[in-house]
Protein backbone atom coordinates (compact mmCIF):
# COMPACT_ATOMS: atom_id res chain seq x y z
CA UNK A 1 0.00 0.00 0.00
CA UNK A 2 1.50 3.55 -1.08
CA UNK A 3 2.11 5.83 1.83
CA UNK A 4 1.01 9.37 0.89
CA UNK A 5 3.46 12.07 1.25
CA UNK A 6 2.24 15.82 1.95
CA UNK A 7 5.11 17.42 1.23
CA UNK A 8 4.57 15.90 -2.31
CA UNK A 9 0.74 16.70 -2.36
CA UNK A 10 1.50 20.17 -1.17
CA UNK A 11 3.48 21.30 -4.44
CA UNK A 12 0.84 19.50 -7.02
CA UNK A 13 -2.10 21.59 -5.32
CA UNK A 14 0.41 24.93 -4.96
CA UNK A 15 1.01 24.28 -8.78
CA UNK A 16 -1.96 23.79 -9.70
CA UNK A 17 -3.53 26.26 -7.82
CA UNK A 18 -0.82 28.66 -9.21
CA UNK A 19 -1.11 27.57 -12.65
CA UNK A 20 2.59 27.68 -12.72
CA UNK A 21 5.48 26.17 -11.67
CA UNK A 22 7.59 29.16 -10.65
CA UNK A 23 4.78 30.93 -8.96
CA UNK A 24 4.01 27.97 -6.88
CA UNK A 25 7.71 27.40 -5.92
CA UNK A 26 7.61 31.21 -4.92
CA UNK A 27 4.66 30.55 -2.54
CA UNK A 28 6.04 27.31 -1.27
CA UNK A 29 9.89 28.94 -0.29
CA UNK A 30 11.24 27.11 -3.02
CA UNK A 31 13.08 26.63 -5.81
CA UNK A 32 11.35 25.84 -9.20
CA UNK A 33 13.73 23.01 -9.43
CA UNK A 34 12.82 21.59 -5.76
CA UNK A 35 9.32 21.76 -6.93
CA UNK A 36 9.54 20.32 -10.17
CA UNK A 37 11.49 17.44 -8.38
CA UNK A 38 8.46 17.09 -5.76
CA UNK A 39 5.88 16.31 -8.72
CA UNK A 40 8.04 13.80 -10.44
CA UNK A 41 8.64 12.21 -7.27
CA UNK A 42 4.75 11.86 -7.08
CA UNK A 43 4.05 10.91 -10.36
CA UNK A 44 7.18 8.06 -10.13
CA UNK A 45 5.39 6.63 -6.68
CA UNK A 46 2.05 6.65 -8.51
CA UNK A 47 3.46 5.59 -11.90
CA UNK A 48 1.72 7.64 -14.46
CA UNK A 49 1.44 11.09 -15.06
CA UNK A 50 -0.27 13.48 -12.37
CA UNK A 51 -0.17 16.98 -14.38
CA UNK A 52 -1.16 17.67 -18.27
CA UNK A 53 1.28 20.37 -19.27
CA UNK A 54 -1.41 22.24 -21.30
CA UNK A 55 -2.57 25.95 -21.01
CA UNK A 56 -4.30 26.18 -18.44
CA UNK A 57 -2.39 23.27 -16.44
CA UNK A 58 -4.92 20.25 -16.01
CA UNK A 59 -4.45 17.04 -13.39
CA UNK A 60 -5.16 14.11 -14.70
CA UNK A 61 -7.79 11.65 -13.50
CA UNK A 62 -5.41 10.44 -10.44
CA UNK A 63 -4.11 13.78 -9.77
CA UNK A 64 -7.93 14.90 -9.45
CA UNK A 65 -8.31 12.17 -6.72
CA UNK A 66 -4.99 13.71 -4.84
CA UNK A 67 -6.03 16.77 -5.02
CA UNK A 68 -9.44 16.51 -3.72
CA UNK A 69 -8.03 14.22 -0.88
CA UNK A 70 -5.62 16.88 0.26
CA UNK A 71 -7.52 19.25 0.16
CA UNK A 72 -10.51 17.83 2.35
CA UNK A 73 -7.59 16.65 4.54
CA UNK A 74 -6.91 20.44 4.78
CA UNK A 75 -10.15 21.80 5.20
CA UNK A 76 -10.22 19.33 8.27
CA UNK A 77 -6.84 20.71 9.41
CA UNK A 78 -7.69 24.13 9.46
CA UNK A 79 -11.17 23.66 11.43
CA UNK A 80 -9.59 21.73 14.02
CA UNK A 81 -6.45 24.00 14.68
CA UNK A 82 -9.41 26.46 15.15
CA UNK A 83 -11.10 24.19 17.54
CA UNK A 84 -7.79 23.20 19.38
CA UNK A 85 -6.75 26.55 19.52
CA UNK A 86 -9.82 29.40 19.98
CA UNK A 87 -7.98 32.41 21.38
CA UNK A 88 -5.30 32.75 18.57
CA UNK A 89 -6.34 35.03 16.24
CA UNK A 90 -7.30 32.67 12.87
CA UNK A 91 -6.08 33.48 9.57
CA UNK A 92 -9.23 33.07 6.87
CA UNK A 93 -10.44 30.11 5.73
CA UNK A 94 -10.46 29.36 1.98
CA UNK A 95 -13.62 28.10 0.83
CA UNK A 96 -14.30 27.36 -2.98
CA UNK A 97 -17.57 27.10 -3.74
CA UNK A 98 -18.64 26.25 -7.84
CA UNK A 99 -21.71 28.27 -8.28
CA UNK A 100 -23.80 29.48 -11.66
CA UNK A 101 -24.03 33.08 -12.16
CA UNK A 102 -27.81 32.90 -11.57
CA UNK A 103 -27.52 31.51 -8.65
CA UNK A 104 -24.81 34.00 -7.30
CA UNK A 105 -27.06 37.52 -8.67
CA UNK A 106 -29.92 36.23 -6.63
CA UNK A 107 -30.17 34.30 -3.30
CA UNK A 108 -26.65 32.82 -2.68
CA UNK A 109 -24.78 35.92 -1.26
CA UNK A 110 -27.50 36.68 0.64
CA UNK A 111 -27.52 33.48 2.20
CA UNK A 112 -23.77 33.54 3.01
CA UNK A 113 -23.82 37.16 4.01
CA UNK A 114 -24.07 36.60 8.34
CA UNK A 115 -20.94 33.95 7.84
CA UNK A 116 -18.65 36.21 5.94
CA UNK A 117 -19.40 39.03 8.85
CA UNK A 118 -18.88 36.60 11.56
CA UNK A 119 -15.90 34.38 10.24
CA UNK A 120 -12.64 34.76 8.59
CA UNK A 121 -13.39 33.77 5.39
CA UNK A 122 -11.91 33.87 2.23
CA UNK A 123 -14.13 33.05 -0.70
CA UNK A 124 -13.19 31.48 -3.94
CA UNK A 125 -16.29 31.34 -6.13
CA UNK A 126 -15.97 29.16 -9.56
CA UNK A 127 -18.77 30.70 -11.24
CA UNK A 128 -19.68 28.07 -14.35
CA UNK A 129 -23.03 27.14 -15.82
CA UNK A 130 -25.44 25.07 -13.78
CA UNK A 131 -24.85 21.61 -15.64
CA UNK A 132 -20.49 21.87 -15.17
CA UNK A 133 -20.22 23.06 -11.64
CA UNK A 134 -20.11 19.44 -10.53
CA UNK A 135 -17.20 19.62 -12.05
CA UNK A 136 -14.80 21.79 -9.79
CA UNK A 137 -16.04 19.28 -6.91
CA UNK A 138 -15.00 15.86 -9.38
CA UNK A 139 -11.50 17.72 -10.21
CA UNK A 140 -10.94 18.75 -6.21
CA UNK A 141 -11.06 22.35 -7.03
CA UNK A 142 -14.34 23.20 -4.69
CA UNK A 143 -15.36 21.48 -1.67
CA UNK A 144 -19.31 22.15 -2.89
CA UNK A 145 -21.45 23.28 -5.60
CA UNK A 146 -24.78 24.19 -6.45
CA UNK A 147 -25.96 22.11 -9.41
CA UNK A 148 -28.81 20.38 -11.63
CA UNK A 149 -27.33 16.67 -10.77
CA UNK A 150 -29.69 15.13 -8.52
CA UNK A 151 -27.61 12.26 -7.86
CA UNK A 152 -23.56 12.72 -5.43
CA UNK A 153 -20.32 12.23 -6.65
CA UNK A 154 -18.19 9.03 -4.58
CA UNK A 155 -17.21 10.80 -1.33
CA UNK A 156 -20.04 13.57 -1.43
CA UNK A 157 -23.07 14.32 0.04
CA UNK A 158 -26.14 15.99 -1.75
CA UNK A 159 -29.34 17.76 -0.48
CA UNK A 160 -31.92 19.70 -2.61
CA UNK A 161 -32.54 23.03 -2.61
CA UNK A 162 -35.75 24.40 -5.02
CA UNK A 163 -36.55 25.10 -8.40
CA UNK A 164 -35.37 28.00 -9.90
CA UNK A 165 -38.09 29.18 -12.94
CA UNK A 166 -36.93 31.27 -15.70
CA UNK A 167 -38.92 33.67 -17.85
CA UNK A 168 -38.72 34.60 -21.29
CA UNK A 169 -38.89 38.60 -20.51
CA UNK A 170 -38.11 42.08 -22.80
CA UNK A 171 -38.81 45.47 -22.32
CA UNK A 172 -42.33 46.69 -23.49
CA UNK A 173 -40.10 48.72 -26.41
CA UNK A 174 -38.52 45.69 -27.87
CA UNK A 175 -42.04 44.34 -27.70
CA UNK A 176 -43.40 46.51 -29.50
CA UNK A 177 -40.77 46.17 -32.08
CA UNK A 178 -40.26 43.14 -32.89
CA UNK A 179 -43.75 41.35 -31.77
CA UNK A 180 -46.34 44.10 -32.98
CA UNK A 181 -48.45 41.00 -33.96
CA UNK A 182 -47.98 38.61 -30.94
CA UNK A 183 -45.43 36.14 -30.28
CA UNK A 184 -44.55 34.19 -33.27
CA UNK A 185 -42.18 31.26 -34.27
CA UNK A 186 -41.40 34.24 -37.34
CA UNK A 187 -41.20 36.97 -35.42
CA UNK A 188 -38.76 35.35 -32.51
CA UNK A 189 -36.65 34.16 -35.82
CA UNK A 190 -35.60 37.78 -36.35
CA UNK A 191 -35.49 39.21 -32.45
CA UNK A 192 -32.25 39.33 -30.70
CA UNK A 193 -31.62 36.86 -27.69
CA UNK A 194 -28.91 36.27 -24.95
CA UNK A 195 -26.79 33.22 -24.26
CA UNK A 196 -24.45 32.87 -21.40
CA UNK A 197 -21.65 31.36 -23.21
CA UNK A 198 -21.55 28.49 -26.36
CA UNK A 199 -22.35 25.89 -24.34
CA UNK A 200 -25.58 27.62 -22.71
CA UNK A 201 -29.00 25.66 -24.05
CA UNK A 202 -31.15 27.06 -21.90
CA UNK A 203 -32.40 29.71 -24.93
CA UNK A 204 -31.90 26.85 -27.81
CA UNK A 205 -33.89 24.55 -25.72
CA UNK A 206 -36.84 26.56 -24.77
CA UNK A 207 -37.11 27.99 -28.12
CA UNK A 208 -37.10 24.23 -29.88
CA UNK A 209 -39.38 23.31 -27.37
CA UNK A 210 -41.91 25.74 -27.45
CA UNK A 211 -41.57 27.18 -30.90
CA UNK A 212 -39.93 24.67 -33.06
CA UNK A 213 -36.94 26.68 -33.52
CA UNK A 214 -33.26 25.56 -34.03
CA UNK A 215 -30.13 26.55 -32.96
CA UNK A 216 -28.68 29.21 -35.17
CA UNK A 217 -32.28 30.21 -36.76
CA UNK A 218 -32.36 33.77 -34.81
CA UNK A 219 -29.52 36.08 -33.84
CA UNK A 220 -28.40 35.35 -30.33
CA UNK A 221 -25.81 37.92 -28.03
CA UNK A 222 -23.26 36.01 -26.01
CA UNK A 223 -22.86 37.73 -22.41
CA UNK A 224 -21.25 35.92 -19.57
CA UNK A 225 -22.99 38.16 -17.04
CA UNK A 226 -26.39 37.44 -15.55
CA UNK A 227 -26.70 41.08 -14.52
CA UNK A 228 -25.94 41.71 -18.11
CA UNK A 229 -29.10 39.73 -19.05
CA UNK A 230 -31.50 41.91 -17.02
CA UNK A 231 -29.82 45.12 -18.30
CA UNK A 232 -30.11 43.78 -21.99
CA UNK A 233 -33.63 42.93 -21.69
CA UNK A 234 -34.58 46.38 -19.73
CA UNK A 235 -32.65 48.29 -22.41
CA UNK A 236 -34.29 46.38 -25.07
CA UNK A 237 -31.33 45.24 -27.04
CA UNK A 238 -32.98 41.72 -26.40
CA UNK A 239 -35.43 39.20 -24.92
CA UNK A 240 -34.00 36.86 -22.57
CA UNK A 241 -34.76 33.78 -20.47
CA UNK A 242 -33.83 35.32 -16.57
CA UNK A 243 -34.48 34.00 -13.38
CA UNK A 244 -38.13 35.32 -11.73
CA UNK A 245 -36.22 35.50 -8.80
CA UNK A 246 -33.93 38.38 -10.29
CA UNK A 247 -36.33 40.22 -11.66
CA UNK A 248 -39.47 40.49 -9.57
CA UNK A 249 -38.89 44.20 -8.81
CA UNK A 250 -39.49 44.98 -12.72
CA UNK A 251 -42.06 42.80 -13.34
CA UNK A 252 -44.32 44.70 -10.87
CA UNK A 253 -43.28 47.59 -12.10
CA UNK A 254 -43.55 46.98 -15.92
CA UNK A 255 -40.18 47.48 -17.42
CA UNK A 256 -39.87 43.91 -18.06
CA UNK A 257 -42.86 41.93 -19.99
CA UNK A 258 -43.33 37.79 -19.14
CA UNK A 259 -43.16 36.90 -22.78
CA UNK A 260 -44.81 33.52 -22.52
CA UNK A 261 -46.84 33.17 -19.01
CA UNK A 262 -48.20 30.19 -20.20
CA UNK A 263 -44.48 28.54 -20.41
CA UNK A 264 -41.31 28.96 -18.08
CA UNK A 265 -38.21 27.28 -17.73
CA UNK A 266 -37.91 24.94 -14.66
CA UNK A 267 -34.13 24.03 -13.52
CA UNK A 268 -34.57 22.16 -10.06
CA UNK A 269 -30.99 22.86 -7.86
CA UNK A 270 -29.11 21.03 -5.76
CA UNK A 271 -26.40 21.17 -3.06
CA UNK A 272 -23.07 19.23 -3.38
CA UNK A 273 -20.67 18.89 -1.30
CA UNK A 274 -17.37 16.50 0.44
CA UNK A 275 -18.92 14.11 3.25
CA UNK A 276 -16.08 15.61 5.06
CA UNK A 277 -17.07 18.06 6.45
CA UNK A 278 -17.25 20.07 9.60
CA UNK A 279 -17.07 22.97 11.74
CA UNK A 280 -17.24 26.37 9.26
CA UNK A 281 -17.96 24.06 6.51
CA UNK A 282 -20.75 22.84 7.94
CA UNK A 283 -21.85 25.62 8.83
CA UNK A 284 -22.07 26.98 5.16
CA UNK A 285 -24.01 23.88 4.19
CA UNK A 286 -26.54 23.82 6.75
CA UNK A 287 -26.57 28.19 5.99
CA UNK A 288 -26.67 27.52 1.76
CA UNK A 289 -29.38 24.50 2.42
CA UNK A 290 -31.71 26.78 4.72
CA UNK A 291 -31.75 30.16 2.79
CA UNK A 292 -31.79 28.19 -0.86
CA UNK A 293 -34.84 26.08 0.01
CA UNK A 294 -36.32 29.52 1.31
CA UNK A 295 -35.76 31.44 -1.92
CA UNK A 296 -36.28 28.65 -4.35
CA UNK A 297 -39.75 27.90 -3.02
CA UNK A 298 -42.37 27.62 -5.33
CA UNK A 299 -44.07 31.12 -4.70
Known amino acids: MKTLDYKLL ?3 DAVMEEQNFERAAQRLHLTQSAISQRIKQLEQQFAEPLII ?15 AHYRQVRQLELELT ?3 SPDEPQAPVRVSIAINADSLATWFLPALGPL ?7 LNLLVDD ?12 AFGAVSLQPQPLAGCCVDEL ?4 YLLTASPAFVARHFPHGLTAAALAKAPAVAFDQRDDMHVSFMARHFGLEPGGYPCHTVRSSEAFVAMAEQGFACCLIPELQIRRQLEEGSLLDLCPNHHLVER ?6 VLERGLHKRIS ?5 QGRRALQPR
Request: net charge positive.
Open 116 to 122: LEQYPIE
Open 286 to 290: SRLIQ
Open 53 to 67: RSQPLRATELGQKLL
Open 130 to 141: ESRTLDKVREGQ
Open 162 to 165: GEMR
Open 269 to 274: LYWHRW
Open 10 to 12: LAL
Open 82 to 84: GEL
